[in-house]
Nanobody, 115 residues
Framework: QVQLVESGGGLAQPGGSLRLSCAAS????????MAWYRQAPGKERELVAS???????NYADSVKGRFTISRDNAKSSVYLQMNGLKPDDTAVYYC?????????WGQGTRVTVSS
């Protein structure tokens, strides 16, 4: 069973930056869609960004121009560079990797944006 482990969360000031990383304990199919989701208190989990095996990216409107998703297939890893952080970005961020037969989730890493 593959496990996804996120890291890089923490406290940031408004306007600051954080870089989230997600590494798989085993091999993720290079064809898997990898994504970051987040869930703020009292809200549903939402898609933040995704990246397919060709490098095609998709972003939520709320993070376009501020966040960048990338992946390293050789390391079965996905990253989220978050710049220009806002208090509304405060949430638990989850890594996801899925293909036609699998759907893996990480345990989440908390991001808090506050002055």
């Amino acid at each position: 069973q593959v496990q996804l482990v996120e890291s890089g969360g923490g406290l940031a000031q408004p306007g600051g930056s954080l870089r989230l990383s997600c590494a798989a304990s085993g091999t993720i199919s290079s064809g898997a869609l990898m994504a970051w989701y987040r869930q703020a208190p009292g809200k549903e989990r939402e898609l933040v960004a995704s990246i397919n095996w060709l490098g095609g990216r998709n972003y939520a409107d709320s993070v376009k121009g501020r966040f960048t998703i990338s992946r390293d297939n050789a390391k079965s890893s996905v990253y989220l560079q978050m710049n220009g952080l806002k208090p509304d970005d405060t949430a638990v961020y989850y890594c996801n990797a899925r293909d036609i037969s699998t759907n893996y989730w990480g345990q989440g890493t908390r991001v808090t944006v506050s002055s």
